[in-house]
């Protein structure tokens, strides 16, 4: 496994693919790609990631900007349905048995505040474990929120190589996961020092 900050090509291969879907409907010419991406960055493109190997985190941030850019016309929220749809798909394999724990049935409507509650949680140990899986950098860790009453934070720490992208598809990918909870909307995130990012639940379950 590589030293430096790396990406999965597990996750590489799905941005790659939106990006020559996109060339393919003409809507940027390939010349036009030498405004957001390197060459490093086009070599990678052109011989198409190994779901196996380890790429540079900044040839997936630069990628996911030029499809925020572009297709989504600059907005931010366009990469949370990056996100979401990811979710959708990881749910749909079962790729990952991490996120297998969307499907569970821990959280039913008949447990008390505190089942929930702690069921939940610990759910959400599995989810997260999803990220050493696919990121050679950075921490993820759940804890209870100290500031709120039944609610969790996922704090992410060793986290200054993780960049602003990666942060609104994750936030896209989780939200879509506690909506199959039956929770839309249930986290925000914020980056809270330079190498601390919180994803916070906006409410109680």
Known sequence: MPTSPCIKGTVLVQVVEDIEQL???????????EQWLR???????????????????????????????????????????LGR?????????????????????TLQATMDPEERFEAF????RIFISLSTSILNFSRWTPRVDP???????IEVTEASALPEVLCWRSDGFINELAAAHGHPE?????????????????RGL
């Open 121 to 124: 949680g610990y759910d959400l």
């Open 147 to 153: 500031d709120h009453v039944l609610r969790y934070r």
């Open 85 to 105: 749809r990811s979710a959708r798909h990881f749910l749909a394999s079962g790729y990952y048995q991490q996120v297998v724990y969307a499907r569970r049935t």
């Open 23 to 33: 060339l393919a409907t003409g809507a940027v010419s390939g010349d036009g790609l």
């Open 39 to 81: 060459p490093e960055d086009l070599r990678i493109l052109a011989e198409h990631p190994l779901a196996s190997g380890w790429y540079p985190i900044e040839t997936y941030a630069r990628m996911n900007e030029f499809l925020r850019d572009v297709a989504g016309r600059g907005r931010d929220s366009y990469l949370r349905e």
């Open 186 to 202: 249930l986290w925000r995130w914020e980056r809270v020092a330079p190498d601390v990012i919180f994803f916070r639940m906006t």
